[in-house]
Structures are given as structure tokens and as C-alpha cells.
């Protein structure tokens, strides 16, 4: 989950999920927004739930959050040599 500029609220939620491979971005829609809402409260309802296929990691397998940002608000990227699959940010812009 990452926090994106928003008209109405100032900042809103957009989610990344990689999907197994026998479930739909349908099926994981609802349940997922449902449960973010009910455990972190409504004002964190994602606005966007995307697919994709893995997400941006470093050496040591923490999801480097500040790049999926940049990436889905069309930013620099800047430097990304601790990415340890930095293909995987070319899937987070805005039309994906």
C-alpha cells in the first residue's frame, strides 16, 4: 500500500497485490478492501487495487515502498541499485 495525492482527502490509498495463480483481481477486490477497512478503518479503504505480477525488493526482501510511489506518480526514480529486481517497477505507473 502506498499513499497518493488525493483532490478530496489529501492523500489515498492505492494497493498492490500479487495475485496466486487460481485467484482474480475480482475475487481479491472485495475481500481485501473489506478487510484493510475493517482492521485499519474505513479512511484506509484503498481508492485502486493493482495486479502485478512481483513486487520491487532489495537484497535483503523488503519491498522498497518509495520506488512503487515514485513509479506510480510518474517520478524520478532516482537510485535504485539496492533493488534486487528493478524490472519489477516498470508494472507501477498510473495506466497499468
Known amino acids: 500500500m502506498i499513499g ?3 483532490e478530496l482527502t ?3 490509498v492505492v494497493a498492490f497485490v500479487v495475485l496466486k495463480p487460481d485467484a482474480t483481481l475480482t475475487d481479491v477486490n472485495a475481500q481485501l478492501s473489506a478487510h484493510i477497512a475493517g482492521s485499519m478503518g474505513p479512511t484506509f479503504r484503498p481508492r485502486a487495487i493493482r495486479a502485478v ?6 537484497q535483503s ?4 515502498r518509495r520506488l512503487i510511489r515514485q513509479a506510480y506518480l ?3 526514480l532516482g537510485d535504485t541499485s539496492t533493488v534486487e ?3 519489477a517497477l516498470e508494472r507501477f ?3 497499468t
Open 4 to 6: 497518493v495525492p488525493d
Open 10 to 12: 489529501g492523500e489515498g
Open 53 to 58: 505480477p512481483e513486487l520491487p525488493k532489495t
Open 61 to 64: 526482501g523488503k519491498v522498497v
Open 74 to 76: 510518474k517520478q524520478p
Open 85 to 87: 529486481n528493478p524490472a
Open 93 to 95: 505507473g498510473r495506466d
